[in-house]
């Protein structure tokens, strides 16, 4: 009996070790994790924050019309530089100039009637001091005059009125600025508050693209490292290897309760044409000490300093296909902290292994953590 319980705790102990002993040595895959080559910044290492926000210009206008009518001229399309000034747009103005006609009209005819009272008023008054008329002749040629007067001072009112209202049938630029989107059509309605469903506002959004700025929301736990005329680095996502030198232009005295950030607008101190109103930006926030104006405009290819090793004598990295890892020579540049400039070898995007140990060699079995 002592036999087979022997026999049985022998054959258990072997199935134990079967379970975890075999597999250590069938399965000797190595876990690594994986880490991304990545465009960074040379002033990354003298970064204190890094935030997220939108090229936003902060001279910027939804131009309308002062009057209610139809479009019936549209001069500018997306796109188009104006000037300040320049007519935009022309809503219908027939009935406005023929009111405009109509006064200068009756102006022209009080003129003529004003004539007519002075002559009769300087005769009135010579007939009343050579005695051959009387007071009350001469009192009505003079309340004549004054009313012939009055009607001129009311005629001229009406044509300054309908001049101004001619004018505000043009839509004319506020400033020198470019146009971003075309709002109404020729044959549309417009009027100064859209009163209808099928009226427009807006004729056309013009901004002053001279007056980009970077608009980003920073946590109110790191408000306290931003300070004013700070350095900054700023990249637009549509292009991520252009760095655009700028400046902390203004923190903005409110903070978002929702969110529980600051906003803080970045000043470019010079961008070019690729930099666009609304384009999603980052913004990365320097040392006083660093000096903005000597960083690089180029993004470096970077990768971690542990994803390096060296291979007879060469500087190697390893990406993983087909669970085994395959050693990639590159050409290593400059040293920024934690990171690695790669001149050559591997391209933005690509997968490496990111710690890279003694015993991962090339063709070595890996399993990604």
Known sequence: ????????????????????????????????????????????????????????????????????????????????????????????DTDIKATLDQARANLRLYEADLKDAVQWLDRQKKLLESGVSTQADFDAAEARHRRVLASIDIAKAAVVGAEVALENTLIRAPFDGTVLTKNADVGEMVAPMAASVSSRSAVVTIADMSSLQTEADVSESNIERITLNQPCEITVDAYPSIRYNGYVAKIVPT???????????????????????????????????????????????????GSLAT???????????????????????????????????ISAGDKIIASVGDRIENGTRVKIQ
């Open 1 to 92: 009996m002592l036999r087979y319980v022997i026999i049985t705790g022998v054959v258990v102990l072997l199935v134990v070790a079967g379970y975890v002993i075999v597999p250590r040595v069938f399965d000797s895959a190595i876990e690594v994790q994986l880490a991304t080559a990545a465009l960074s910044s040379p002033s990354q290492a003298n970064a204190v924050l890094t935030a997220s926000g939108y090229v936003v210009a902060q001279r910027k206008a939804a131009v309308a019309s002062k009057a209610t009518g139809r479009l019936v001229y549209l001069a500018v399309v997306e796109g188009d530089k104006v000037k300040k000034g320049e007519i935009l747009a022309r809503i219908e």
């Open 255 to 305: 903070a978002d309760r929702a969110k529980a950030t600051v906003m803080v607008k970045v000043g470019f101190k010079s961008y070019d044409s690729r930099v666009l109103p609304e384009m999603s930006a980052k913004v990365l926030f320097l040392t006083k000490a660093s000096d903005a104006a000597q960083s690089a405009t180029t993004s470096l290819l970077t990768v971690p300093a």
């Open 311 to 345: 291979r007879n004598g060469k500087r190697v990295v390893f990406a993983v296909r087909e669970n085994r890892a395959v050693e990639i020579p590159v050409t290593v540049g400059k040293e920024f902290g934690t990171f690695v400039e790669i001149a050559q070898g």
